[in-house]
């Protein structure tokens, strides 16, 4: 099982990112994707998901409407488009391939993560 998210780095508030999360087929292709951070000294909370086709994404209400989750189903990759970043996002990002075919909000609903690609946003 392999999921390599890539694309933090560090950046200025109002700037955008795009994480990668590669996945293998086997692993995901007909599992939900979601997207996680874990911000210093707090729990791993929620962002995105979507489901195996691509489709119906749900958010953290915390970036609904700046970040958008997507995934390509030729490339076995999901994607997170983060705009008008704050410093409230600053966070390592995790991917991770849920149990049931939709996107899923409780990370108990996932079964395998990637590495974390850190996100750092100044003021």
């Known amino acids: 099982v392999q999921l390599q998210a890539s694309g933090g780095g560090s950046v200025q508030a109002g700037d955008s990112l795009r994480l990668s999360c590669a996945t293998s087929?086997?692993?995901?292709?007909?599992?939900?994707l979601g997207w996680f951070r874990q911000a210093p000294g707090k729990e791993r909370e929620f962002v995105a998901a979507?489901?195996?086709?691509?489709?119906?994404?749900i958010y953290a209400s915390s970036v609904k409407g700046r970040f958008t989750i997507s995934r390509d189903s030729a490339s076995n990759t999901a994607y997170l488009q983060m705009n008008s970043l704050e410093p409230e996002d600053t966070a390592v990002y995790y991917c991770?391939?849920?149990?049931?075919?939709?996107?899923?909000?409780?990370?108990?609903?996932?079964?395998?993560w990637g590495k974390g690609t850190l996100v750092t946003v100044s003021s």
């Open positions: 991770g391939v849920a149990r049931s075919a939709t996107g899923a909000s409780r990370p108990e609903d996932y079964t395998y």
């Open positions: 979507i489901n195996w086709r691509g489709g119906s994404p």
């Open positions: 087929r086997r692993t995901s292709s007909n599992n939900g």
